[in-house]
């Protein structure tokens, strides 16, 4: 408790039994379960114990402790080749079933796991819920946008396939262009988003014919056990493996193999730089990152004040700040910047505080209380540059609770300035010169994205011409955010490598190949026998509907 007692806020921790029952944990799930080669293996040797963010009293005089949800198998470097082995084995060089099967046919086993996750849809919720503390309607949402996800992607493969069912004809040579699998793909994800953004490069890159290998990051682990047998049912022997572990020990044996042909991880980039070096041939990595992100919002004078104070206030806080996309830093014109704070810090003190499964609740635990600890650093180091914690209560915590907290004039020589929170933290700079945030974003080490605020259009027009070469998305009186799906996804500088969304992943995960011939009697005769036997995977005019 940092505040004084006058500005500091009761966070109130859950009472055990007056948990809805709907929500209420009953047992400890000690996991021993890891899907290798088609098959639900058991682990009985190392484990490592999965902690909830949320804290719980036993009874309403008790202190709050912390809930402890089960544990999962920790695999060694040997377990962790043999489920290495057994990818391989199923990609067989791009000889096996699942790289070779028509796509018509890989849909088909998508489609049937997309049917058997939904039959465990409230249970993987509520896990969710558990694991990362994101209130039961956001997990929600997180589901049911993954199963949309997934539907979507089949379309956009159906789409793609059409179109690359036709023959090209330039300069007397005939060509099919197709997109072939890259080989075998190792998908982590992250924790704020550990079912959804884990699925946008699981499912794309399994149902362009690769093999799967894929880790859950280490918060939101339980809820991927209901769907092991889903996947063992769903997918043919070795197609998708899972891997539990710490990331040092298995991630790193894996990439150092040479053997990982693609990188699907959305993380922090030094976790990034790690696993790419451990690769002894890196030219033949292809590699799809989500990395970090400082996404600023620009207020300009004539900017709606209610309109914009409701944008960033979602922007910056929604699910605590955590997420790659939040806005992270605020430049505020200095002729709004006083009634600004006050409308923010006013629709803050409105927010609901509490645990996931409360009703309305806007503000959740955060992962551990280590993040916790980097934030009062951010604030301290912040204050001692001459900001000051604006909004009432600002800067209280408790266990893993963080009250929001808005701090000004943040100096360009703080921490926060530069550092991606993650947090429920909103640094505010106020300015006269349009010029200083456009310097600011120019010289960022990030540039996902940015969120303009005003109405004059030669302003805005001006300033849209300079970030569409600075960020990967403008969005105009409005928060930055990744949706709608089917919208490219993506980053410059150190924010990304890839792009992601419905289509752009299929293409992400694959690679264009053709097949050439000259144009003369005996390769068409050819070639239609082929087709018109039906003999080749690749050389086809099947058209899926």
Known sequence: MNQKEDNYFEFKFPVINKIPAKFALKDHIDQTEYLCNGELKSWNKEKISIFSPIFVCKDKDSM????????????????TLKILDAAVKAYNDGNGIWPLMRVEDRIKCVEKFIYLMGENKDEIVNLLMWEIAKSHKDSEKEFDRTIKYMIDTIDALKTLDRNSSRFLIEDSIIAQIRRSPLGIVLCMGPFNYPLNETFTTL??????????????????????????????????????????????????ALMSTGKISCLAFIGTSKAADSLQKSHPMPHRLRMILGLEAKNPAIVLPDASISLTVKECLLGALSFNGQRCTALKILFIHSKIVDIFLEELSNEIGKLKIGAPFDDDVFITPMPDESRIKYFIELIEDAKLLGAKIVNKFGGSYNKTFFYPTILYPVSNKSRIYNEEQFGPIIPVVPFSNIEEPLKYITESNYGQQASIFGTDPDVIAKIIDILVNQVCRVNLNSQCQRGPDIFPFTGRKDSAVGTLSVSDALRSFSIRTLVAAKSNDLNKDLIRKIIKGNKSQFLSTDFIF
């Open 64 to 79: 709050p402790e912390q809930m402890v949800l089960g544990s999962c198998p920790s695999l060694d470097e040997e377990e």
């Open 203 to 252: 499912i794309p890159a399994l149902i362009m014919g690769n093999v799967v290998i894929f880790k859950p990051p280490k918060h939101g682990i339980l809820l991927y056990r209901p769907l092991l047998k889903a996947f063992k049912e769903a997918f043919p022997p070795g197609v998708i493996n899972t891997l539990y572990g710490r990331g040092r020990v298995v991630a790193s």
